[in-house]
């Protein structure tokens, strides 16, 4: 078992900003282990501008913002970079094991920051009923797909919930030549931001059906249609209200959950309706030295915003460990 | 043209236990299979229990077969075939003591089946052993001798036995045709997958379409008439609520709704039981699971609706109220092995051997092989081993530490490993290695996965399917 000062989990915008603040902070053997063959997390596959704005003041897209943490991280002596790492462990007091190709290797850090992320909800978690075709996909599956595949998931869509990456996905897969037919959400207002209702769906002519649910999938083998119904304030389906949509792709876009499963393992406590840490404090979690920040710990609409508040959990640690003094965030 | 001695119609559990039966003797046997893998049909969405025996009538053919198919996955074939059984018992719950006498009654008619170690155990029993029963459960039959495998692994693993033993299994055979022929000792001349084959002996065993085959045999014609079953399982995180696999007292037509534990360490819930009359309708519905729901919370209050992450439903190929498994006098060397209801996933393997000795009363030799590969490997899964045991792996293949499916710590071999098994589709990569059936649904893996298809198959992406022909995944290529 090896150890170091401080181990990072996730190198997405927040484990970056962690590791850099850290490092500026003065922690000197910082060790950031991401499970992909880059870095940039989710990033990567976000190739759309909306980057950016508040930091860089620039309009930058995805990987162009995560590029310029990146080089810097790329720079920093004081931080190394395990990629293709995947942390499978995490115990009380802080020994990370994690796998790599060829090699399985136990860390003991002195402190951890977890920066895992969210993953989506699921079709599997509203749920919908009826038949488990092909084509179902949760709406950052088909990002990746087709942004950095280059693969077109299908002819026509429908887009289940109205969360930022359905819109953004509403207007890729028409550029891809798809056809988006509607995008369904059951509250009254949309999940996303409104420049993205505006510039996704209106400025192509998509329609967005708000207080409308999907009652079910159809489709042997591959999805052939939907239903849709309009919902009471109860969110019940209203008699007779209900039409059809054929469509061969379902995109589920309704919600992202932090992915804080390595914090369970420690024993930290975790809130179960958002599966973020219970912590009083922004980056803070209920073990002393271990930190959570970015969509770990708790879901943002901004990856700026994940950013600064990544390098406050970085400065935290460093604190932790001795050095610099961190800020106070306090959970707004 | 090819001939064979027996041609078996079905790669479901059914058909798999019985060429794996089979070959242990002299025999070439062909296997067909109408979907692009094995275990496609009703055995891949069940339960996955195998029952002690009991809640069956004790003159019925499926009471005899389930205790029997029970003894020999517990005794033989978990360890010939490297299955995953988790042997841990089941227990019937009553919710008043007034339906003490009806587990008295099911207590008398297993233990006059053969099934072993029966006991009425207490609340007190239940409370120190089940201690998420809610407070309704008064008490309970204990059947120490029920277990858990995974169905689909438990097929492919008597599949792969077969064909280590000589078995070809043709997928993607659709038999369309068969005729009967009277030339060389061949009885049927049978059309598949574009191919026709000759055989003295037809074993069916196609599950749903079992009916249809008997109908191109020109044996009497019986009826399928599908039950569906809607099965829901909750997040693993949520498995120490259930040790046990927990029945309500049985129903005229099913055993109830139950708690269960998989193999894999999800608890389920289910599985429903209505009548339809659409062979392919697989889809759930919304009172379906709410009827799962409201079944397992009157045993367990703690199980709740947010705890579902995934759910499906099968078909039960009902004929009757027993199993079906005859020789057909209007056909000569027809075997039937139909309306493999449940408990046809236990009584498989029992079920092959009584194939067997129907065949061999019928004239076909059964000579043993003098080599007959009775163990089958074990594949390496990752999620199923200790650590130190992932460690020496890595050491010798470092591509276990590549990791594919980061909920469920599926690496690159497995999935690699798993194509050479024989997955031809998604669903096969999940059946076999978990990936995709963790908590993101395979939002993080699926590119991966195809890719790692991709190569191996040497399709086109565009061919990459779901689970055969018609559920492609992706429409398009961009150039
Ligand atoms: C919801 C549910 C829960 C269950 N739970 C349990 C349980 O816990 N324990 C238990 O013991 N049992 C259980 N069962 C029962 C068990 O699943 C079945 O008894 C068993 O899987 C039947 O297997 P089979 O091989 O006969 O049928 P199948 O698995 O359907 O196999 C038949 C095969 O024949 C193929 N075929 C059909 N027509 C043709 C053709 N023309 N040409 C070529 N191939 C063809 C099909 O594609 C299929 O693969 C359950 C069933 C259901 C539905």
Redesign the interface.
């Known amino acids: 078992m090896t150890e170091r000062e401080l181990v990072i989990v996730g190198g997405g915008p927040a484990g970056l900003a962690a590791a850099l603040a850290a490092g500026e902070a003065g922690v000197k053997d910082i060790l950031l282990i991401e499970?992909d063959q880059h870095l940039g997390g989710i990033l990567n596959q976000c190739i759309h501008t909306g980057f950016g704005l508040h930091r860089f003041k620039a309009e930058l897209t995805g990987p162009e913002y995560a590029d310029r943490f990146v080089k810097t991280v790329e720079k920093a002596p004081e931080i190394e970079v395990s990629l293709?790492s995947?942390a499978?462990?995490l115990t009380g007091d802080r020994v990370i094991?994690y796998?790599?190709?060829?090699?399985?290797e136990e860390v003991k850090a002195r402190a951890v920051i977890l920066a895992t992320g969210c993953?989506?909800r699921?079709?599997?978690?509203i749920?919908i009923?009826?038949?488990?075709?092909?084509?179902v996909?949760?709406a950052?599956?088909a990002q990746?797909?087709?942004n950095?595949?280059?693969?077109?998931?299908?002819?026509e869509a429908v887009i289940v919930g109205s969360g930022d990456i359905g819109l953004i996905m509403a207007r890729r897969m028409t550029l891809?030549g798809m056809k988006v037919k509607a995008v369904i959400e059951i509250q009254k207002t949309t999940r996303g931001l409104t420049r993205n209702v505006v510039q996704c769906l209106e400025d192509y002519g998509i329609p967005l059906h708000l207080r409308h649910k999907i009652l079910?999938i159809?489709g042997?083998?591959?999805v052939e249609k939907v239903e849709v119904v309009r919902v009471d304030d109860n969110f019940a389906g209203i008699p007779r209200s209900g039409f059809e949509i054929r469509c061969?792709t379902v995109l589920i876009s309704v919600g992202l959950i932090p992915e804080n499963e390595l914090l369970?393992m420690a024993g930290a406590q975790i809130d179960p309706k958002t599966n973020g840490p219970l912590s009083a404090r922004v980056n803070f979690t209920s073990i002393p030295g271990i930190f959570v920040c970015g969509n770990a710990f708790r879901v943002y609409d901004l990856a700026d915003n994940v950013s600064l508040d990544s390098e406050s959990a970085g400065r935290s640690a460093a604190e932790y460990l001795g050095k610099g003094s961190a800020d106070r965030g306090n959970l707004s | 043209m090819e001939t064979c001695d027996v041609l078996i119609v079905g790669a479901g559990v059914t058909g798999a236990a019985i060429a794996r039966e089979l070959s242990r003797y002299k025999l070439k046997i062909f296997l067909l299979e109408k979907e692009v893998e094995a275990a496609f049909g009703v055995s891949k969405s069940n339960s996955g229990i195998i029952h002690a025996g009991t809640q069956n009538p004790p003159s019925s053919l499926k009471g005899r077969l389930c205790v029997e198919g029970n003894r020999l996955i517990r005794e033989e074939l978990s360890k010939d075939l490297g299955l995953t059984f988790v042997q841990c018992g089941q227990l019937i719950v009553i919710f008043d003591l007034k339906d003490l006498p009806a587990l008295e009654k099911i207590k008398k008619e297993g233990g006059e089946l053969g099934v072993k170690g029966l006991e009425i155990v207490d609340r007190a029993w239940l409370d120190a052993r089940e201690p998420n029963l809610g407070p309704e459960v008064k008490a309970a039959l204990y059947a120490p001798t029920a277990g858990i495998v995974s169905p689909y692994r438990f097929v492919y693993a008597l599949v792969e036995n077969a064909a280590a033993n000589g078995v070809e299994l043709k997928t993607s055979h659709k038999v369309t045709a068969i005729r009967r022929v009277d030339e060389g000792g061949a009885r049927f001349e049978v059309e598949a997958g574009g191919e026709t084959y000759r055989t003295r002996f037809l074993v069916n065993a196609a599950g749903l379409f079992a009916d249809e085959i008997s109908a191109l045999a020109g044996a009497p014609s019986f009826k399928i008439t599908p039950r569906k079953g809607e099965e829901y399982l909750l997040d693993k995180k949520r498995g120490h609520l259930v040790n046990h696999i927990i029945f309500p007292l049985p129903s005229e037509n099913s055993k109830g709704i139950l708690i269960i534990k998989t193999s894999d360490g999800n608890p389920m819930i289910g599985p429903t039981a209505h009548e339809t009359g659409d062979k392919a309708d697989l889809s759930t519905t919304d009172e379906g699971l709410a009827e799962a729901l409201a079944g397992a919370r009157r045993m367990m209050p703690s199980i709740s609706r947010g705890d579902i992450i995934a759910y499906f439903a099968g078909l039960r190929p009902a004929c009757g109220r027993d199993f079906v498994i005859r020789r057909e006098d209007a056909a000569p060397g027809l075997i039937t092995a139909a309306g493999i209801q449940s408990p046809g996933l236990t009584a498989a393997p029992a079920i092959a051997v009584m194939a067997a000795d129907i065949l061999k009363t019928h004239g076909l030799g059964l000579e043993p092989k003098k080599e007959f590969h009775r163990l089958r490997p074990r594949p390496a899964h990752l999620f199923q081993i200790p650590p130190e045991e992932t460690k020496r792996l890595i050491a010798k293949n470092p591509a276990y530490g590549d990791i594919v499916c980061r909920c469920e710590m599926v690496s690159a071999v497995e999935i690699r490993d798993a194509i050479k098994r024989g997955a031809r589709t998604l669903d096969g990569v999940k059946f076999r290695t978990r990936a995709q059936s963790g908590r993101c649904h395979g939002g993080f893996c699926t590119t991966r996965i195809i890719k790692i298809m991709r190569e191996e198959l040497g399709l086109p992406v565009t061919e990459i399917t779901k689970r055969g022909p018609g559920s492609e995944l992706i429409k398009g290529e961009r150039i």
């Open positions: 499970r293709r995947f499978v462990k094991t796998l790599k190709p060829g090699a399985m993953r989506e699921t079709r599997e978690m749920p009923c009826g038949s488990r075709p092909a084509g996909y949760p950052g599956l990746k797909m087709i950095l595949e280059g693969w077109i998931p299908g002819k891809e079910k159809t042997r083998d591959r061969d369970e």
